[in-house]
């Protein structure tokens, strides 16, 4: 499974973003899927997950009631659309996958990141 983050970059704060997440390869083992985010000198940690078909959600209390993840099972993408940022969102976004249900974050696979920088 391949996944490929799209919608990163700098936004003041207050504002919004929408990141986006293609999967690809053997997309039929993927179940839960998810957001991470890293920043710099801190541990990646879980953002927001869903299940394929949006039936179980759930966020960081970080993001929660700002943020909303979105998936499409048909065309293998997901989004989240993230309001009122805060320079603290700041960090390198991941999309990952699993073949488990969202019982836990999802970790087997994993895209490259996209930069979010808010300021």
């Known amino acids: 499974v391949q996944l490929v983050e799209s919608g990163g970059g700098s936004v003041e704060a207050g504002g919004s973003l929408r990141l986006s997440c293609a999967a690809s390869?053997?997309?039929?083992?993927?179940?839960?899927m998810g957001w991470f985010r890293q920043s710099p000198g801190e541990e990646r940690e879980g953002v927001a997950a869903i299940s394929p078909g949006g039936g179980r959600i759930f966020y960081a209390d970080s993001v929660k009631g700002r943020s909303t993840i979105s998936r499409d099972t048909a065309k293998n993408t997901m989004s989240l659309h993230m309001n009122s940022l805060k320079p603290e969102d700041t960090g390198m976004y991941y999309c990952a996958a699993d073949r488990r249900g969202c019982g836990w974050w999802p970790t087997t696979y994993w895209g490259r990141g996209t930069q979010v920088t808010v300021s």
């Open positions: 390869g053997a997309t039929y083992s993927t179940n839960c």
